[in-house]
C-alpha cells in the first residue's frame, strides 16, 4: 500500500515549514513544564474559557516564549515584530501558506494550536476554527485516555484509524516499524503529516479514506482508534459525526478490527453505544462482537441520560446551542426518541485475536481512576481474564496466593459505645488500573494470610476455623470475590514475583505517557 501525503508537502519552502517551527519551539524552550509555569494554576482554564486578560497578563513581557504561547495555547494574536522574533522568519510566507498563521495589518493571528506533550508537539486546529465542519481538534480527553491506556509492545505495522491531529499514530511511531493513519477527514491526514514532520518521525504514513471503504489488506500487531462516534441525527461535524445511523460506526468497527489483526494482535477503540428503553445495551453489546475469535474486554466508563448527552456535545461546539429558540438541541432529542434512545453509553473496547474459533466477552465497570501509564497493566489484565476464565475453583483452591505489592486496604473504623469497631474494609490498587473491591471480613482476613506460601484452600480452611464456620460454604461465598481479585491484579499466584510483576517485555511508552 503507498502512502497518499498531502500535496502541500511537495510546494518548495513550505515542506520546511515544521522543521523550522520545531527549531523555534525547541530555541525558546517550549515545552509542557514552561507553558504550566508561565500560564500558572489556573491558566489552562482561562484558555479553555476565552478569558483573555488573565491569560495576557500573565503572559506580558514579549519574549519569544511568551510570544509562542500566546498564539499556540491560549490562542491570541501578537504584533508581527513579536512573531519574527519568535519563530525566527522575516517571511511569514511558508507559514501561511502552510496554514500555521495568518497576517492582517501588522498583526500575525493563529490558525493551529500547540499542545506539548513531553516530548512530542501536537499540532491542530485554532479553537477559534472549531465551528468549520473540518475542524481538526487537538488532545482530547478520549484520545489521551486511548494513549494511556493502549497495550504498547513492539510491532510491525500499527493501523489508526481516524487519525484526527495523529496523537495516537505519533504515540505508536516509537514502537512500531511502520504506522498507517488514515482519516476521512484531508485536513486530518494533513495534520498526522505535519506532526510527523514536526517530531522528526519518518515511518508515519497518512492516507485519506473512509473507514466504512477501506482497510489494509495485511495482518497488524496494533489497531488504535478514536473514531467519530458521537450518536446524533446526522450533524456535519467530522472529528466526532459520522453522519452515519446510531452507534454504527463502533459496530462496524466491532466487525472490521478482528479481520485486521494478525494472530494475538490487540485493537483498541473508544466507543458509544445507544442505550433503549426496555433493552439490556449489555447483551446489545456483546452481540457486536460473536464470531470475532477475540478476547473482548470492554471497560465501561459511564452512561450518560440522553439530555445530557446531547447538551454536553452541542456546547462544545456552539456555546448559543442551548439558548432557547435553539433547533439543534430540539432535533437532536427528536432523533433519540424517535429511535427510543433513553442514553448513551461510553467505554474502551480492548480486543485480543487468538487461533480458536470461540471468544471471550468481557464487560467491566471502569476503575475509579488510573495512573499513567496504563499500558503494561492493560496487558497483563488481558492475559490474566483468560487465564483465570478456563481455572476451575479447584485448580485455584490448589494455587497459593499473594497479594499485589501494589494493594492497599482501607477500613473505616467508628466510635460505637464507647468502643472503636472496625467497619467496611476496601482493597485498591494505588498503580495503574487502579481497582477498588469492598472486602467482608472473611475476605479481608484470607488476603491478610496469603503470602504466597500456602495453598489457599488451607488459608480459607483457617479463616473458617478463627470465625468458626464451616469452610464449605465459605469457599462458595469467597471464590466469586478471590475470581475477581485476581482477574482485577489484587492478588497474584503466589508463584509470581514482585520483580515478575514490575517488569513487563512491553516497549516502554514514550515521554508523554511516563508523565
Not at 107 to 117: D, G, K, Q, Y
Not at 174 to 190: E, K, L, M, Q, T
Not at 297 to 315: C, D, F, G, K, M
Given at each position: 500500500?503507498?502512502?497518499?501525503?498531502?500535496?502541500?508537502?511537495?510546494?518548495?519552502?513550505?515542506?520546511?515549514?515544521?522543521?523550522?517551527?520545531?527549531?523555534?519551539?525547541?530555541?525558546?524552550?517550549?515545552?509542557?513544564?514552561?507553558?504550566?509555569?508561565?500560564?500558572?494554576?489556573?491558566?489552562?482554564?482561562?484558555?479553555?474559557?476565552?478569558?483573555?486578560?488573565?491569560?495576557?497578563?500573565?503572559?506580558?513581557?514579549?519574549?519569544?516564549?511568551?510570544?509562542?504561547?500566546?498564539?499556540?495555547?491560549?490562542?491570541?494574536?501578537?504584533?508581527?515584530?513579536?512573531?519574527?522574533?519568535?519563530?525566527?522568519?522575516?517571511?511569514?510566507?511558508?507559514?501561511?501558506?502552510?496554514?500555521?498563521?495568518?497576517?492582517?495589518?501588522?498583526?500575525?493571528?493563529?490558525?493551529?494550536?500547540?499542545?506539548?506533550?513531553?516530548?512530542?508537539?501536537?499540532?491542530?486546529?485554532?479553537?477559534?476554527?472549531?465551528?468549520?465542519?473540518?475542524?481538526?481538534?487537538?488532545?482530547?480527553?478520549?484520545?489521551?485516555?486511548?494513549?494511556?491506556?493502549?497495550?504498547?509492545?513492539?510491532?510491525?505495522?500499527?493501523?489508526?484509524?481516524?487519525?484526527?491531529?495523529?496523537?495516537?499514530?505519533?504515540?505508536?511511531?516509537?514502537?512500531?516499524?511502520?504506522?498507517?493513519?488514515?482519516?476521512?477527514?484531508?485536513?486530518?491526514?494533513?495534520?498526522?503529516?505535519?506532526?510527523?514532520?514536526?517530531?522528526?518521525?519518518?515511518?508515519?504514513?497518512?492516507?485519506?479514506?473512509?473507514?466504512?471503504?477501506?482497510?489494509?489488506?495485511?495482518?497488524?500487531?496494533?489497531?488504535?482508534?478514536?473514531?467519530?462516534?458521537?450518536?446524533?441525527?446526522?450533524?456535519?461535524?467530522?472529528?466526532?459525526?459520522?453522519?452515519?445511523?446510531?452507534?454504527?460506526?463502533?459496530?462496524?468497527?466491532?466487525?472490521?478490527?478482528?479481520?485486521?489483526?494478525?494472530?494475538?494482535g490487540v485493537g483498541q477503540f473508544m466507543a458509544?453505544?445507544?442505550?433503549?428503553?426496555?433493552?439490556?445495551?449489555?447483551?446489545?453489546?456483546?452481540?457486536?462482537?460473536?464470531?470475532?475469535?477475540?478476547?473482548?474486554?470492554?471497560?465501561?466508563?459511564?452512561?450518560?441520560?440522553?439530555?445530557?448527552?446531547?447538551?454536553?456535545?452541542?456546547?462544545?461546539?456552539?456555546?448559543?446551542?442551548?439558548?432557547?429558540?435553539?433547533?439543534?438541541?430540539?432535533?437532536w432529542m427528536a432523533y433519540f426518541e424517535d429511535?427510543?434512545?433513553?442514553?448513551?453509553?461510553?467505554?474502551?473496547?480492548?480486543?485480543?485475536?487468538?487461533?480458536?474459533?470461540?471468544?471471550?466477552?468481557?464487560?467491566?465497570?471502569?476503575?475509579?481512576?488510573?495512573?499513567?501509564?496504563?499500558?503494561?497493566?492493560?496487558?497483563?489484565?488481558?492475559?490474566?481474564?483468560?487465564?483465570?476464565?478456563?481455572?476451575?475453583?479447584?485448580?485455584?483452591?490448589?494455587?497459593?496466593?499473594?497479594?499485589?505489592?501494589?494493594?492497599?486496604?482501607?477500613?473505616?473504623?467508628?466510635?460505637?459505645?464507647?468502643?472503636?469497631?472496625?467497619?467496611?474494609?476496601?482493597?485498591?490498587?494505588?498503580?495503574?488500573?487502579?481497582?477498588?473491591?469492598?472486602?467482608?471480613?472473611?475476605?479481608?482476613?484470607?488476603?491478610?494470610?496469603?503470602?504466597?506460601?500456602?495453598?489457599?484452600?488451607?488459608?480459607?480452611?483457617?479463616?473458617?476455623?478463627?470465625?468458626?464456620?464451616?469452610?464449605?460454604?465459605?469457599?462458595?461465598?469467597?471464590?466469586?470475590?478471590?475470581?475477581?481479585?485476581?482477574?482485577?491484579?489484587?492478588?497474584?499466584?503466589?508463584?509470581?514475583?514482585?520483580?515478575?510483576?514490575?517488569?513487563?517485555?512491553?516497549?516502554?511508552?514514550?515521554?508523554?505517557?511516563?508523565?
Amino acid at each position: 500500500m503507498e502512502a497518499m501525503e498531502p500535496m502541500i508537502w511537495r510546494q518548495g519552502n513550505v515542506a520546511e515549514v515544521p522543521v523550522r517551527l520545531r527549531q523555534a519551539l525547541d530555541n525558546a524552550g517550549f515545552s509542557e513544564a514552561t507553558v504550566s509555569e508561565l500560564l500558572g494554576p489556573a491558566g489552562r482554564f482561562h484558555v479553555q474559557r476565552g478569558e483573555a486578560a488573565p491569560v495576557h497578563r500573565r503572559l506580558a513581557g514579549g519574549s519569544p516564549l511568551t510570544t509562542l504561547i500566546r498564539l499556540f495555547v491560549a490562542g491570541q494574536s501578537c504584533d508581527a515584530r513579536e512573531a519574527q522574533l519568535a519563530l525566527g522568519a522575516q517571511d511569514f510566507g511558508p507559514y501561511a501558506a502552510a496554514g500555521v498563521i495568518a497576517v492582517a495589518n501588522d498583526r500575525v493571528l493563529p490558525l493551529m494550536a500547540i499542545e506539548p506533550l513531553g516530548g512530542l508537539f501536537v499540532a491542530s486546529d485554532a479553537a477559534s476554527l472549531a465551528s468549520q465542519p473540518d475542524y481538526v481538534m487537538g488532545p482530547s480527553g478520549p484520545s489521551r485516555a486511548l494513549a494511556g491506556l493502549t497495550v504498547r509492545h513492539a510491532v510491525g505495522t500499527t493501523v489508526d484509524i481516524g487519525s484526527g491531529c495523529g496523537l495516537q499514530a505519533l504515540l505508536a511511531a516509537a514502537h512500531s516499524r511502520r504506522v498507517v493513519a488514515y482519516d476521512v477527514n484531508p485536513r486530518a491526514v494533513y495534520f498526522t503529516g505535519f506532526n510527523a514532520r514536526l517530531n522528526d518521525l519518518s515511518n508515519i504514513h497518512g492516507e485519506t479514506a473512509d473507514l466504512f471503504e477501506w482497510m489494509p489488506k495485511e495482518e497488524v500487531g496494533l489497531v488504535v482508534s478514536n473514531p467519530p462516534y458521537v450518536v446524533s441525527p446526522g450533524l456535519a461535524h467530522i472529528y466526532r459525526d459520522s453522519q452515519r445511523e446510531g452507534d454504527s460506526v463502533c459496530r462496524h468497527l466491532a466487525s472490521a478490527i478482528p479481520r485486521l489483526l494478525a494472530p494475538m494482535g490487540v485493537g483498541q477503540f473508544m466507543a458509544n453505544w445507544i442505550v433503549r428503553r426496555g433493552e439490556s445495551w449489555a447483551d446489545r453489546l456483546r452481540g457486536w462482537f460473536a464470531g470475532s475469535g477475540c478476547d473482548v474486554w470492554i471497560l465501561h466508563e459511564t452512561t450518560e441520560e440522553a439530555s445530557s448527552y446531547v447538551a454536553n456535545w452541542l456546547r462544545e461546539t456552539d456555546a448559543l446551542a442551548l439558548r432557547h429558540g435553539s433547533k439543534d438541541y430540539d432535533r437532536w432529542m427528536a432523533y433519540f426518541e424517535d429511535h427510543g434512545i433513553v442514553g448513551v453509553g461510553y467505554g474502551l473496547v480492548s480486543m485480543q485475536r487468538h487461533s480458536r474459533r470461540s471468544e471471550n466477552i468481557w464487560i467491566d465497570p471502569a476503575p475509579d481512576t488510573y495512573t499513567f501509564p496504563c499500558s503494561a497493566a492493560m496487558a497483563r489484565y488481558l492475559e490474566r481474564r483468560r487465564s483465570i476464565a478456563e481455572t476451575t475453583v479447584r485448580e485455584l483452591l490448589a494455587q497459593p496466593l499473594r497479594t499485589s505489592p501494589d494493594l492497599v486496604i482501607d477500613e473505616i473504623r467508628a466510635l460505637l459505645g464507647g468502643q472503636w469497631t472496625t467497619g467496611n474494609r476496601q482493597g485498591r490498587l494505588f498503580r495503574g488500573l487502579c481497582w477498588q473491591l469492598a472486602l467482608s471480613p472473611e475476605l479481608a482476613r484470607v488476603v491478610e494470610r496469603s503470602d504466597g506460601t500456602r495453598r489457599l484452600d488451607a488459608v480459607i480452611d483457617e479463616v473458617a476455623r478463627t470465625v468458626e464456620v464451616d469452610p464449605h460454604p465459605l469457599v462458595r461465598t469467597l471464590m466469586p470475590a478471590i475470581r475477581c481479585m485476581l482477574e482485577r491484579g489484587l492478588m497474584l499466584p503466589g508463584n509470581i514475583s514482585p520483580a515478575d510483576i514490575a517488569t513487563s517485555a512491553l516497549v516502554a511508552s514514550t515521554a508523554f505517557l511516563k508523565g
